[in-house]
């Protein structure tokens, strides 16, 4: 924990200081080619499989990422009971954060929490009930050397509020947020929960959050369409944005991103221009496709 004391907003410095800052790419499909069965828990591979987990890690910080996320995605006590590993919570949470501590040396670690995939208005789930839940999360993040919790993939506003909360009230670190939109037919941007950008900007702002964007759903080109529409409500907070390769295609039995790297980094001037300050991938992206990322951010986007 003391590593993250130290690193204690210094992301949000660096971005305050004119900085672009480069995050990395996928875990899931990066975690499905090193074998990963459909079925099996990505997070337990934090214990038994660690040199692997460390592989990814390290392949974006040699791309030049400027920082990592942890494998836990799903590490909610809601998610792990799927695989009846509800009581290893703590256990598989610090070890995440612990080898992405080890990969990341100097550069920063992202302590991923993802939705539980329970449902607040269907009565599946109370508030304190999400509370809880990403509160222990968190807090084993932490205790293993994340920076920053990194809110992720969310669709329903109020489970992204009590994270985000759950992150601010019991941790030191930095609370990050993103949510998951998709382009409706008349153009607008909304979750699968109906929520748009500007109502997650006013909201988890108010929740505490240090830094608000979107990741999955969508390739880099219809994330400036976000960026600009949270731009549009409020100018000051940074954005983070973690794109797909591009919207998959099913070929020969088997989903593939499609998007380059050289078409992924084609965007990214006029990403930062609309207002990102980290850029990333998601789904389908590589180190190559952070590598591409990182020489025009270093080029000063010209």
Same mark, same amino acid.
């Not at 997070?43 to 910080?61: F, G, R």
């Given at each position: 924990m003391a590593r993250a004391i130290i690193n204690m907003g210094k992301i949000i410095e660096a971005i305050k200081k %004119?900085? =672009?800052?480069?995050?990395? &790419?996928?875990? %899931? *499909?990066? +975690?499905?080619?090193?074998?990963?069965? $459909?079925? !099996?828990? $990505? !997070? +337990?591979?934090?214990?038994?499989?660690?040199?692997?987990? #460390? !592989? =990814?890690?390290?392949?974006? =910080?040699?791309? %030049?990422?400027? #920082? =990592? !996320? *942890?494998?836990?995605? &799903?590490? *909610?006590?809601?998610? +792990?009971k799927n695989y009846g590993l509800e009581a290893r919570v703590f256990e598989i949470n610090k070890a995440a954060a612990e080898i992405s501590r080890k990969a990341a040396g100097d550069k920063f670690v992202l302590g991923s929490a993802g939705p539980t995939g329970k449902i607040l208005m269907m009565g599946e789930v109370t508030k304190e009930e999400l509370y809880e839940a990403f509160k222990e999360q968190c807090i084993a993040l932490e205790a293993g050397g994340a920076d920053a919790i990194m809110v992720e993939t969310m669709t329903d506003l109020e489970e992204a509020r009590l994270a985000v909360g759950a992150a601010k009230e019991n941790t030191h670190c930095e609370v990050f947020c993103t949510m998951t939109f998709e382009k409706t037919a008349d153009g607008k941007f909304m979750s699968m929960m109906g929520v748009s950008p500007t109502e997650m900007a006013g909201a988890l702002v108010n929740a505490g959050a240090d830094l608000l964007g979107a990741n999955c759903g969508n390739g880099i080109a219809d994330m400036i369409g976000i960026v600009k529409e949270i731009r549009r409500v409020n100018q000051e907070i940074p954005i983070l944005v973690h794109a797909n390769a591009g919207m998959p295609v099913f070929e020969d039995g088997k989903t593939i991103f499609p998007e380059t790297p050289d078409e992924m980094a084609a965007r990214v001037t006029e990403i930062i221009d609309a207002g990102a300050n980290i850029i990333g991938g998601c789904c389908g992206t590589t180190p190559g496709h952070i590598c591409k990322i990182r020489e025009v951010a270093d080029s000063g986007c010209k």
């Open positions: %004119g900085k =672009i800052l480069v995050s990395d &790419g996928a875990w %899931g *499909t990066f +975690l499905q080619k090193k074998g990963l069965q $459909p079925g !099996e828990c $990505p !997070e +337990l591979w934090n214990i038994t499989k660690p040199d692997e987990v #460390m !592989e =990814i890690a390290q392949s974006y =910080i040699e791309a %030049g990422a400027d #920082m =990592i !996320e *942890t494998n836990s995605f &799903g590490g *909610t006590v809601f998610k +792990l």
